[in-house]
């Protein structure tokens, strides 16, 4: 077995490749969508080549899951960063309607820093080997890196316009994408030096089905399926498409919003980690979603830019604290021979259930009012909360961790 210091050595390099794509995700982010506009695309096809992506990640993540650990996690982490590295060169090289659809099938685009299908579930399931006492830690570092990289990456994307204005022969949005491309190459080169310790053990090694953690994942499934699903409506790109139309924001308004929203996101995932400590997972991932959904469905009655940018900080600050505290949640509830299987599927439910989101949210824009996207994501949200919240507030790990007791898999009242 590799030793402890391999194991800190290989989580450092997962954590160093998180950065490096949460930066491309960020800047691609904020540009993607003026990007796509500028090259002739409509509202609806815009929304299409989003909903690809949310379909590529539903699709290749179950995948993922189910022959990672046989074939070998670090050869499928490597080919999903080259997939990457192509995809986003199609991006910022082509209009082909057909291509970019294709380049999003991949799975290894995202519209969200933190957010990136069959990659995030290897990286989840190579992360999850850390003790039970440091692994709610460990999450809250891995999504706090992807939240302030992915905010410098937003706050980067205005400097295209910033040296067009000194420069006007400067490249399109479009071909500023390839800054993607280039994190996907440096993230491969990461990657290459990963050791054993990233690979399970034979006694772990999962055959892409569960057994005894079948019915815990399956509610887990559902229940992540409807809160992502009201996620869909407000993808970040989205959100720089609803503040360019509705306030006439500029783009590097927006990724300065972004850049911000990104600092509250990783203060609150390290801020995750010592509630969950003291509230326990669960009560982390619902009292801090429930307001987060309250801002969000008062954003649309903002009637001034800065109320709007306020309340979507204010949002920022709490909408993700459930996410490192879910993904610690996920891995703590099930066997250790399970760990890749339980993130692929859970994260395969959550991918599945956005890709009409983004569509519908762009319809409804155009053709309703521009604010039922966010009353929808909101209200479903919230449901979602107190659902979780009812049917998993006395569940336990269905099986003692090999390291450590769990102190905060739920120790919010269950005590009997």
């Not at 982490?77 to 995809?87: C, E, H, P, R």
């Amino acid at each position: 077995m590799p030793d402890t210091g391999d194991a800190e050595r290989d989580l450092r390099l997962v954590l160093a490749v998180q950065g490096l794509r949460a930066f491309g995700y960020g800047f691609s982010s904020v540009l993607l969508g003026t990007a796509l506009a500028a090259g002739g695309l409509s509202a609806t096809q815009v929304g299409a080549v989003f909903a690809a992506m949310l379909a590529g990640m539903a699709c290749f993540s179950p995948l993922a899951g189910r022959y990672a650990d046989r074939l070998g996690r670090r050869r499928c982490y490597l080919a999903l960063l080259i997939a990457m590295g192509i995809s986003a060169a199609v991006f910022a090289l082509t209009e082909s309607i057909p291509l970019l659809l294709l380049a999003a099938f991949t799975g290894t685009l995202s519209t969200d820093p933190n957010e990136s299908g069959p990659i995030t579930t290897l990286e989840q399931a190579m992360i999850a080997s850390a003790p039970a006492a440091a692994r709610a830690q460990v999450f809250g570092r891995y999504n706090a890196i992807a939240y302030l990289t992915g905010s410098v990456g937003a706050l980067f994307a205005g400097g295209p316009a910033v040296l067009r204005g000194l420069w006007p022969d400067v490249p399109a949005d479009q071909r500023w994408l390839l800054t993607l491309s280039v994190s996907a190459f440096l993230a491969v080169l990461v990657a290459l030096r990963l050791g054993d310790s990233v690979e399970p053990p034979a006694a772990h090694r999962s055959r892409g089905r569960l057994a005894g953690s079948r019915s815990t994942v399956r509610r887990l499934c559902a229940l992540f399926a409807v809160d992502a699903f009201a996620g869909g409506f407000v993808v970040q790109s989205f959100l720089v498409y609803w503040f360019v139309r509705r306030y006439d924001a500029t783009p590097e308004l927006m990724g300065a919003v972004f850049f911000a929203a990104g600092l509250l996101q990783a203060a609150s995932s390290v801020l995750a980690v010592k509630l969950g400590e003291r509230i326990g997972l669960l009560n982390t991932m619902v009292f801090s979603h429930l307001p987060s959904n309250l801002l969000l469905a008062a954003l649309p009655f903002a009637p001034t830019l800065p109320v709007a940018v306020a309340l979507l900080l204010a949002r920022s600050a709490l909408s993700q604290m459930d996410v490192p505290a879910r993904q610690a949640y996920v891995v703590t509830m099930v066997a250790p021979g399970e760990r890749t299987a339980a993130a692929a599927y859970t994260n395969t439910a959550r991918y599945a259930a956005r890709p009409v989101a983004p569509l519908a949210a762009t319809a409804l824009s155009q053709l309703a009012w521009s604010g039922l996207p966010f009353l929808i994501a909101g209200g479903l949200r919230i449901a979602y909360d107190f659902t979780l919240l009812a049917l998993f507030r006395h569940a336990r790990p269905s099986t003692p961790d090999e390291t450590a007791p769990v102190p905060s898999a739920d120790a919010q009242g269950d005590a009997r």
